[in-house]
């Protein structure tokens, strides 16, 4: 049975709250609520700065047929680097920063990987379009990575 708070997953592999060899005590694992906070100012932090970088790179005089394909690839650069790069230097994206969140390895504790993180980013897309079909998916564990409260 899982402990209050924690997915079967992380009591399964000794995560949340147990010590670890290597890395020491690793955090409890964030909430349903913090994740979907996040992934909400993520969202709107990729929008605004892809707005703001398609204007900036791309000065579309040919309306919506022009501007909608520079305006997309932007917001998918800004979501990229706040997800993979983010993650990858600070262990966290700009949401998940806001709501004292980081991103660590499922089965060690330690720091997230570039293909982890980058299969995570994609995940993402794939969960939140399915959301309400794929009950029970959480971006928060996915590839091998977990989202977890900052200590």
């Known amino acids: 049975m899982s402990a209050p708070g924690m997915g079967h997953a992380a009591s399964a592999s000794g995560l949340g709250g147990q010590p670890h060899p290597r890395h020491g005590v690793v955090p409890e694992v964030a909430g ?78 330690g720091r997230p990987r570039f293909w982890q993180t980058l299969g995570r980013w994609m995940f993402g897309f794939v969960v939140i379009v399915l959301q309400f079909v794929l009950e029970g998916a959480s971006v928060g564990q996915a590839c091998g990575l977990r989202t977890v409260r900052r200590r």
């Open 32 to 109: 349903d609520n913090r994740l979907s906070l996040a992934a909400l100012v993520d969202g709107v932090v990729a929008l605004i700065g892809g707005l703001a970088l398609s204007q900036r790179v791309f000065h579309a005089t040919g309306g919506v047929a022009e501007f909608l394909p520079a305006f997309i690839l932007c917001v998918l650069a800004v979501s990229f680097v706040n997800h993979v790069f983010g993650t990858l230097v600070l262990r966290v994206s700009l949401g998940k920063l806001l709501f004292g969140m980081r991103v660590l390895r499922w089965k060690d504790g």
